[in-house]
C-alpha cells in the first residue's frame, strides 16, 4: 500500500517522531499507520512521545551573540532533571538552537521546529526527539528572544540558571567597542542579579502607580505608628516611599552594582561622555529557568506503594 505525504505529517504528530523514522516506518508498515505506530515502539522511537508529557522545570537558559552579523538571541529549553542539565548533548543541544534563532529569525515556536538544526538534515523538532530519546527525559524549548538591530551582550549566570541579553544603540564606529561590551556586561549581570520589572520609570504605567499608592497607603493607615497623624501626611510619606520605589523596579534607576553611589543612567551616561559618543540602553530580556513552571513533587512513599501493590 502507498503512503503520501499527509501519512507521514499524521504519524509524525502522532508519535513525535522524526519525518525520516515517520517514512521509513511507514515503508516497513506498507503505508498501514497503525503497524507503524508499532514499528515505531518496537524501535523505542515512540518512547519520546511518552515522555513529552511529563514535567520539563529544570534545564538551562542561554544567549549567544553570532560573533559575525552581531544578531543577539536568548533561549531557554526545559529537562526533567538539573542531571539532564548538565549533559553535554542537551547543552549542545541549547546552544545550537539559540545559534538557529539568531540565523533563521523563526516568528514563533512552530518556526522554529521547523527550521533545519545545524550540521544536520534534521528539523529543530526532529532533532529534539532525538534527544529525548538518547538522554531518556522530556525536553522542550520554551522561549526565545531576538534582536537584531543595535549592540546585543550576552550573559549566562551559574552554567544556565539565568541568562540575559542585554541591547544597547550606541554612536557609529564604537559597536564594538571594549567599553561599550564591558557595560552591556555589566548590565547584563545587574539585570540576572536584580531582576528589574522595567527598563526605565517612563514605563511604568499610571495604573501600576495608582495600585501600588492604594496598597501602600492602606497598609500605612492600619499601622499603628500612623494612628495620629492626618490622612495629608500619611500621603506624603507613602509618596516618598514610591519615589524610592522606581529605584528597586527600574533599571535606569537602581543604584549601578560596582558603584551604589551613582544610578545605572548616570553611569551609562558617564561611559557614553568618556567614549565621546552616544549610548541609549534600548532593552533587554531575562529568561531564568523553570520561572512559573509548577514543578513536580515526588513522594517517594506513594511510589513504593505503587510498586509493590
Given at each position: 500500500?502507498?503512503?503520501?505525504?499527509?501519512?507521514?505529517?499524521?504519524?509524525?504528530e502522532?508519535?513525535?517522531?522524526?519525518?525520516m523514522?515517520?517514512k521509513?516506518?511507514?515503508?516497513?508498515?506498507?503505508g498501514?499507520?497503525?503497524?507503524?505506530?508499532?514499528?515505531?515502539?518496537?524501535?523505542?522511537?515512540?518512547?519520546?512521545?511518552?515522555?513529552?508529557?511529563?514535567i520539563?522545570?529544570?534545564?538551562?537558559a542561554?544567549?549567544?551573540?553570532c560573533?559575525e552579523?552581531?544578531?543577539?538571541?536568548?533561549?531557554?529549553?526545559n529537562?526533567e532533571?538539573?542531571?539532564?542539565?548538565?549533559?553535554?548533548?542537551?547543552?549542545?543541544?541549547?546552544?545550537?538552537?539559540?545559534?538557529?534563532?539568531?540565523?533563521?529569525?523563526?516568528?514563533d515556536?512552530?518556526?522554529?521546529?521547523?527550521?533545519?538544526?545545524?550540521?544536520?538534515?534534521?528539523t529543530v523538532?526532529?532533532e529534539?526527539?532525538?534527544?529525548?530519546?538518547?538522554?531518556?527525559?522530556?525536553?522542550?524549548?520554551?522561549?526565545?528572544?531576538r534582536?537584531?538591530?543595535?549592540?546585543?551582550?550576552?550573559?549566562?549566570?551559574?552554567?544556565?540558571?539565568?541568562?540575559?541579553?542585554?541591547n544597547?544603540?550606541?554612536?557609529?564606529?564604537?559597536?564594538k567597542?571594549?567599553?561599550?561590551?564591558?557595560?552591556?556586561?555589566?548590565?547584563?549581570?545587574?539585570?540576572?542579579?536584580?531582576?528589574?520589572?522595567?527598563?526605565?520609570?517612563?514605563?511604568?504605567?499610571?495604573?501600576?502607580?495608582?495600585?501600588?499608592?492604594?496598597v501602600r497607603?492602606?497598609?500605612?493607615k492600619?499601622?499603628?505608628?500612623?494612628?495620629?497623624?492626618?490622612?495629608?501626611?500619611?500621603?506624603?510619606?507613602v509618596?516618598?516611599?514610591?519615589?524610592?520605589?522606581?529605584?528597586?523596579?527600574c533599571?535606569?534607576?537602581?543604584?549601578?552594582?560596582?558603584?551604589?553611589?551613582?544610578?545605572?543612567?548616570?553611569?551609562?551616561?558617564?561611559?557614553?561622555?568618556?567614549?565621546?559618543?552616544?549610548?541609549?540602553?534600548?532593552?533587554?530580556?531575562?529568561?531564568?529557568?523553570?520561572?512559573?513552571?509548577?514543578?513536580?513533587?515526588d513522594?517517594?512513599a506513594?511510589?513504593?506503594?505503587?510498586?509493590?501493590?
Open positions: 500500500m502507498a503512503f503520501t505525504a499527509q501519512d507521514v505529517k499524521n504519524l509524525r502522532t508519535t513525535g517522531c522524526g519525518m523514522d515517520c521509513k516506518a511507514l515503508a516497513e508498515a506498507d498501514d499507520i497503525d503497524k507503524a505506530v508499532e514499528w515505531l515502539r518496537e524501535k523505542g522511537l515512540a518512547a519520546a512521545q511518552k515522555k513529552a508529557g511529563r520539563a522545570a529544570e534545564g538551562m542561554y544567549a549567544y551573540v560573533p552579523c552581531g544578531v543577539g538571541s536568548i533561549v531557554e529549553v529537562a532533571s538539573d542531571f539532564v542539565a548538565k549533559n553535554d548533548l542537551f547543552v549542545e543541544y541549547v546552544k545550537n538552537v539559540a545559534k538557529v534563532v539568531a540565523k533563521d529569525a523563526p516568528a515556536l512552530d518556526a522554529l521546529f521547523a527550521c533545519k538544526y545545524p550540521g544536520s538534515e534534521k523538532l526532529e529534539q526527539n532525538d534527544k529525548v530519546l538518547v538522554i531518556g527525559e522530556n525536553i522542550k524549548v520554551r522561549r526565545f528572544a534582536y537584531d538591530k543595535g549592540v546585543s551582550v550576552a550573559y549566562v549566570h551559574m552554567g544556565g540558571r539565568i541568562a540575559v541579553l542585554m544597547l544603540e550606541v554612536g557609529a564606529g564604537f559597536e567597542s571594549a567599553e561599550v561590551e564591558e557595560l552591556g556586561k555589566d548590565l547584563a549581570m545587574q539585570v540576572a542579579a536584580l531582576n528589574p520589572q522595567f527598563l526605565d520609570k517612563s514605563e511604568v504605567s499610571e495604573e501600576f502607580i495608582e495600585n501600588e499608592k492604594r497607603l492602606a497598609q500605612a492600619e499601622d499603628p505608628k500612623n494612628a495620629t497623624k492626618p490622612d495629608a501626611i500619611i500621603e506624603k510619606i509618596m516618598g516611599g514610591l519615589a524610592k520605589y522606581y529605584k528597586e523596579i533599571l535606569m534607576q537602581q543604584p549601578f552594582v560596582k558603584d551604589d553611589k551613582v544610578s545605572v543612567e548616570d553611569h551609562v551616561a558617564a561611559v557614553a561622555k568618556q567614549l565621546g559618543t552616544t549610548i541609549k540602553v534600548n532593552c533587554y530580556t531575562r529568561f531564568e529557568k523553570g520561572e512559573g513552571i509548577e514543578k513536580r513533587q513522594d517517594l506513594e511510589e513504593v506503594a505503587k510498586l509493590i501493590k
